[in-house]
């Protein structure tokens, strides 16, 4: 048995230290009650047996009993989530942790104390649940369905079969705000909108949070100059923010798994065992940040904007006078960002404004910055140190990256008099593509044989590109290009139009799923759709070694693309078949910038293109600089030729006039980011999962009717 090596002395004093209940984050305002939730049914219902009898019902057709069971679910597992916050919150209370003393036995009080509150827990959450905490566990794959909003899929379809429009148009929302990928949903919510006519349904987030909702009013009131109630609402925002952190750890129940890091429990001594339960737990809580980072489908999870909140305060405060408020919330900013120069001027400048009687130096950050980030940090040390003692892999995220920032007034002339001056409101505005914050390496391994390396970034006069042949064969090629006239649609993957980009082209597309679907249903040969699944993980797997990434690329979203052109409307085109654009921001070419910001895809990370064909004219990938004018490398597609390169924007790209025949392609997009995982890309791999399971079978055990 391979032995692991621990050093205890060290740890359990810090492992004691982050069990202690933190001190409460709140600032500013007493906090606005919430409602209280709708009763439930006693006992709660457990919400997985009420999902799989809701889909069961959708899948039968009975759609007035499967939104009945559906909805029940989600009220069940909102209800749960409650129930276990408040039973940690009474607990805690009631029987507080205090640190062990010295000296033998010191730390059994400690322990005792520890196994009070699990009692306490225990018996709480089952009085309240109306039957034993085992009732209510759930497999991961529940778990994972209800995190990334499923649920609601099957909600909308439920709803738009009841012809409850509203209804459906709420769900589809708020299924798409946690999967902006999903191209089908947007185009669900575009089609409902229509259907209603003159009607204007307002879009709903049902499972929106609270923090974001006061701070996205707190920014339009600081928007039209009316800092007070700004102010207001920036500061229910963060008690409303801590207060979901809070939450959020007290669902931290392990132990725990994580797809980034592979970490098994194991038996050993007591501090031993207590330890290698709780860093399973402190990984969940460390994570916390990330699951409240930012409004979903807004921005990437990792581009935190809680260093926001006291951007925008300290300017706030400063309008209305309140200086030693602005001084700490400009302070507090610098925590997460200590070289933000105009910040740092600010600080100078409020600190000039203050009475001589105030000594600037007393003035430090706010408190409830100051313990969330020691927490934090404390938190990084302690998973790093068990990380190597306990011999598994983690890297620590960069949790508070800044993509641009406020591009208006962001700082205070220093030494100018601002009571005659004229100071324009902050706008969250555009945030200009990032530089990369990871370090930008190329020439890893391609990993498979007969692949040819054609050029790099240099070659191509750019940054992270890359030119690949032989990635296919010539008779994978002809096999996929076969496929594609029997899977693709006309204005699939471009919200139904038929020449999203050029009149003088037509476009058709398909997804892996659909593909696998119709070879299942017999439509097109199994074999082939599988081929579209294998060869797009095949180039995942090269872009990922190549560009040497340290974590996993995951795809975005996977569309194979066929572009026409249309007869009789070639003559004198000078148009584009795809105008120059960036895939994770949107180019401005008068301004030299590329604008991070909805509705560009700002998740993606990385983009591939394997071509499928050449016969046909035109059709050349090009790539410019960020006036969208001047060819840095032009490539002509053929069988097999892959190029792929970082998808901001430091690599604008277009496709020129396909004017004869058809240009056929996989476009690939990639991130970095597991919470923008393709939806249909994880129920493909379920399905492949399925079929490598009962290979040699003839039929493929999932329902042909799923519209999912």
């Known amino acids: 048995m391979r032995e692991r090596i621990w050093a205890p002395l060290p740890l359990p004093p810090l492992l004691l230290l982050l069990l202690l209940p933190p001190r409460p984050l709140w600032g500013g305002p007493p906090e606005s009650p919430r409602p209280e939730p709708e009763p439930e049914p006693w006992p709660l219902q457990p919400f997985d047996l009420l999902y799989a009898s809701g889909v069961a019902a959708y899948y039968s057709g009975d759609y007035e009993l499967a939104v009945r069971d559906l909805e029940a679910a989600l009220r069940s597992h909102r209800r749960l989530r409650e129930i276990r916050t408040r039973c940690a919150r009474h607990c805690a209370a009631r029987r507080p942790l205090a640190p062990p003393g010295a000296g033998p036995g010191a730390e059994l009080p400690f322990f005792r104390a520890l196994l009070e509150r699990a009692r306490c827990y225990r018996s709480c959450v089952t ?31 439920a709803y738009i079969k009841l012809n409850k429009l509203e209804k459906a148009v709420e769900a589809a929302h708020t299924f798409f705000m946690a999967n ?176 001589d009687s105030v000594d600037p130096a007393s003035i430090e950050a706010r408190e409830d910055l100051t313990m969330f980030v020691k927490r934090h940090k404390l938190e990084a040390e302690l998973i790093k140190s068990a990380a190597e003692g306990l011999g598994f892999s983690y890297t620590e995220p960069n949790y508070w990256i800044r993509y641009g920032g406020r591009q208006d007034e962001n700082r205070v002339p220093s030494g100018v008099n601002m009571e005659g001056a004229e100071v324009h409101g ?66 699939d993957g471009y919200r139904g139009k038929t020449s999203p980009h050029t009149p003088n082209e037509k476009f058709e597309g398909a997804t892996v799923l659909k593909a696998l679907k119709f070879g299942y249903e017999g439509r097109v040969p199994l074999k082939s759709a599988r081929l579209f699944y294998d060869i797009s993980e095949k180039a995942r797997k090269i872009v990922e070694s190549y560009f040497m990434l340290n974590s996993t690329l995951y795809f975005s979203y996977t569309h194979m693309v066929c572009r026409t ?144």
């Open 180 to 355: 902006p990928e999903h191209m089908e949903m947007q185009q669900n919510i575009e089609n409902y909108q229509m259907m209603a006519g003159g009607e204007a349904f307002q879009l709903v987030d049902r499972e929106a949070k609270p923090h974001l909702e006061s701070y996205s009013a707190g920014v339009k009131h600081y928007e039209v100059d009316d800092f007070e109630l700004a102010i207001k609402y920036f500061e229910q925002a963060l008690r409303e923010y801590f207060n979901e952190d809070m939450e959020c750890r007290t669902l931290c129940e392990g132990p725990q798994r994580f797809e980034e890091y592979e970490y098994l429990g194991y038996k050993g001594g007591l501090y031993e065992t207590i330890a290698d339960h709780y860093i399973q737990v402190l990984v969940c809580q460390h994570e916390c940040v990330r699951e409240l980072a930012t409004r979903p489908g807004r921005l990437s999870p990792i581009e935190n904007f809680l260093p926001l909140h006291y951007d925008y305060l300290q300017f706030a405060y400063y309008r209305v006078g309140e200086y030693v408020k602005a001084l700490e919330c400009a302070k507090a900013y610098l925590l997460l960002h200590p070289d933000d120069e105009d910040v740092l001027d600010n600080v100078d400048y409020y600190e000039s404004l203050l009475d």
């Open 127 to 157: 009085q309240r649940l109306g039957g034993p905490a085992s009732h209510y566990r759930v497999s991961e794959d529940v778990r994972s369905d209800f995190q990334r909003r499923v649920p609601y899929n099957y909600l909308q379809r």
């Open 565 to 708: 052109a249309l007869s009789g409307q070639q003559d004198r085109r000078n148009d584009l078949s795809h105008p120059i654009h960036a895939d994770n921001c949107l180019l401005d070419p008068e301004a030299n910038e590329c604008w991070k910001e909805p509705p560009a895809y700002t998740f993606r990370d990385y983009s591939a293109l394997l071509y499928m064909n050449d016969d046909f004219e035109g059709g050349e990938f090009i790539f410019t600089e960020m006036d969208a004018k001047t060819v840095t490398a032009s490539i002509k597609p053929k069988c097999g030729r892959m190029i792929s390169f970082s998808s901001g924007g430091e690599n604008p790209h277009g496709v020129k006039a396909v004017t004869r025949g058809q240009r056929c392609a996989v476009a690939l997009w990639f991130t970095l980011d597991p919470l923008y995982r393709e939806l249909e890309r994880i129920q493909a791999d379920e399905v492949i999962a399925i079929l490598d399971q009962e290979r040699g079978k003839h039929e493929l055990n999932i329902n042909p009717k799923d519209e999912l």
């Open 426 to 491: 902050l706008s969250v505005g555009k945030k200009s593509s990032p530089k990369i914050d990871r370090d930008l390496r190329e020439g890893g391994p391609l990993l498979y044989e007969n692949i040819t390396f054609v050029y790099n970034s240099e070659q191509l006069n750019g940054t992270q590109r890359v030119l690949l042949d032989n990635v296919l064969s010539e008779e994978q090629c002809r096999e996929l290009h076969s496929v594609a006239s029997g899977i693709m649609l006309v204005g």
